[in-house]
């Protein structure tokens, strides 16, 4: 994994890719696959106060993180099982930041840990049975403009190191 000296960016910032070959598919599945282990290592013995702290000025906290992660990848398995079983369906955005930022967020993250590592092993579950072509199915994000799931794809398992990195770098730079 590329690491970057951009805080708020660690694995750099996520590019929408037309297409990834087999093998770029098979990365993305494989970091998919392994986040929730290295998500669940990310947090190991965190204090509420260390999983309550900013990793920059302005940014969320490793327990906002965490719980974003359960959010946004129980839409992006919704949304990869619309793009499978529905001919280019509108999914919808969500005010990720309102979300972080209501009460449930505050609860253990070991709660929205077990969530991504459920809903993870169903996408890969999914994602392995799929056919090359599938990935050139399209869907339409509201926001980000037609989308396949080859892209789809590549922005879930981007997303997965970025926030994972965000928590490892603000471990390695207070010394937690």
Known sequence: M?????????????TRESQLDAVGRADCIAAIAAMPAALSAAVAGLTDIQLD???????????????????????AYTRFKLGVTETNP????????????TADNKTPVALSVGIVDGVHQRLVALLKTLEPSQFDRTLQHPERGPMTLTALLGLYAWHSRHHVAQITAQRARNGW
């Open 2 to 14: 590329r690491m970057t000296e951009d805080i708020r960016y660690p694995v750099g910032k996520w």
């Open 53 to 75: 702290t900013p990793y920059r000025d302005g940014g969320w906290c490793p327990r906002q993180i965490v719980h974003h992660l359960a959010d946004s990848h129980m839409n």
């Open 90 to 101: 509108t999914i919808k955005p969500y005010d990720e930041v309102a979300w972080a930022e």
